[in-house]
Nanobody, 118 residues
Framework: VQLQASGGGSVQIGESLRLSCRAS????????MAWYRQASGKQRELVAR???????TYADSVKGRFTVSRDNLRNTVSLQMNSLKLEDTAVYYC?????????????WGQGTQVTVSS
């Protein structure tokens, strides 16, 4: 199982970034995917989740600014982040959830740093 995240970087307040996570080694089509983030000194938190048929949920702090999407042909899940705020600074992790027909346990990518500055 591999989850390769990319797209992080340093931006200013109000700018945008798009994160991508390419998955391999499991049946992506039946797997719910999620993005988490962990800011320095804080616990990891769920940012957005997308189920295998494209239904999505978001943390209140990112609703209206972030959009999660998936491409089941390319085994990729993405997170479009607009109107970035200082508090969005964190390491962002891609997560694949366990499912009856997919993974037996949760799997994590390596994380990608997002830094928002004024």
């Amino acid at each position: 199982v591999q989850l390769q995240a990319s797209g992080g970087g340093s931006v200013q307040i109000g700018e945008s970034l798009r994160l991508s996570c390419r998955a391999s080694g499991f049946d992506f089509r039946v797997t719910n995917m999620a993005w988490y983030r962990q800011a320095s000194g804080k616990q990891r938190e769920l940012v957005a989740r997308i189920n295998n048929v494209g239904g999505s949920t978001y943390a209140d702090s990112v609703k209206g600014r972030f959009t999660v999407s998936r491409d089941n042909l390319r085994n990729t899940v993405s997170l479009q982040m607009n109107s970035l705020k200082l508090e969005d600074t964190a390491v962002y992790y891609c997560n694949a959830e366990p499912s009856p027909f997919g993974l037996s346990q949760s799997s994590w990518g390596q994380g990608t740093q997002v830094t928002v500055s004024s």
